[in-house]
């Protein structure tokens, strides 16, 4: 396709709000504007027969004229609707796309497997837009996290080989570390065991999928003990912390018992823990928690919590105790 593919060399009306157009490349397409100007107040002029049927060539051949200088279209915004009402697509959604990911043109090109150099034909609408890449386009959009504690696009190729290659760097230290122990005082070697096993969880979690069994990864470095908590959030999926549960009464906000869980366990297999606490605590009062009411989380584990009174209620999002005096 040649660079004169936003030219336009002849332009017709047609019935019911249609052009057709003539570029300089040779493509012949017809554009339906109706659309446009019932739903655009500066094209509701158009809406006069008479009017529309004077639709010529602007000036360069850059776009179509009805009144000089007071209303006309620009051939390339004409040339893809044209081609998004064919069943085609246009080069504006690559504009788009390229907008909303935030992405340069080297970032994009390497993410759709292509040329910097077809990407920008395929931008400027030099060549035409295979599915094949738009469907890679709405991909990288359907598997890119949402929330905001992750990040917000998929590593590239290049970062992933920059992330390897940091492994490698802090694989080498640790090792060369070990080796020259002898030769390193005991101070600065008590100093260094908590830093290099730090880095080597993080070397050793990197190149896994899954964390294996009794070895939980390591998500924050000034805090080892923070798990990853699912919560299958749309604003925020993932949460990193600490599972903490709260028992208060149910009439009125006093607060019976606090207890964090670490690991982050199944809702369920904490109640008897926390009733547990709930019932220390109270007992000076010769108060007894009796039933317990709590979010549907703790469903299913009736094994867990023997001779336990308690009702799961959508309403409920944290532990409430009712109790009586103990006889």
């Known amino acids: 396709m040649s660079k004169n593919h936003f030219i336009l060399t002849a332009v017709e009306a047609l019935p019911d709000y249609c052009l057709r157009l003539v570029y300089a490349d040779g493509q012949i397409l017809q554009v339906d504007l109706a659309g446009w100007i019932n739903t655009t107040q500066a094209l509701a002029t158009l809406k006069e027969a008479a009017l529309f049927s004077q639709a010529k060539v602007g000036f360069g051949g850059h776009g179509v004229d009805w009144i000089e200088d007071e209303l006309d279209l620009a051939a390339d915004n004409l040339r893809n609707l044209a081609i998004e009402q064919a ?185 008897n823990s926390q009733l547990e606490q709930a019932t220390i605590l109270m007992q000076d009062c010769a108060v007894a928690p009796e039933t317990v009411f709590v979010d549907l989380g703790y469903r299913g584990v009736d094994a867990d919590n023997p001779g336990g009174a308690y009702r799961a209620s959508r309403q409920a999002q944290a532990l409430e105790c009712s109790g009586e005096k103990a006889a």
């Open 87 to 271: 069943g085609g697509i246009g080069h504006e959604r690559i504009w788009n796309w390229l907008h909303e990911a935030g992405l340069t043109l080297e970032q994009a090109a390497e993410a759709l497997g292509i040329s910097r150099r077809m990407l920008i034909y395929y931008r400027g609408g030099e060549k035409p837009i295979p599915r094949s890449i738009w469907l890679a386009c709405l991909g990288r959009e359907a598997v890119r996290p949402l929330g905001r504690d992750l990040p917000m696009r998929i590593p590239t190729a290049r970062e992933y080989a920059a992330i390897k290659r940091q492994r490698t760097i802090v694989g080498r230290l640790a090792r060369e570390l070990d080796r020259k122990a002898s030769a390193i005082g005991q101070a600065v070697r008590e100093a260094l065991d908590e830093v290099l096993g730090k880095a080597q969880r993080i070397v050793a979690q990197s190149a896994q999928r899954k964390a294996l069994k009794g070895q939980p990864k390591l998500y924050a470095w000034h805090a080892p003990e923070v798990d990853c908590i699912s919560k299958g959030k749309a604003r925020r999926p993932y949460e990193f912390g600490e599972k903490v549960g709260i028992a208060r009464a149910l009439k009125g906000n006093l607060i019976v018992g606090a207890r964090a869980f670490h690991r982050n366990p199944y809702d369920g297999h904490t109640l």
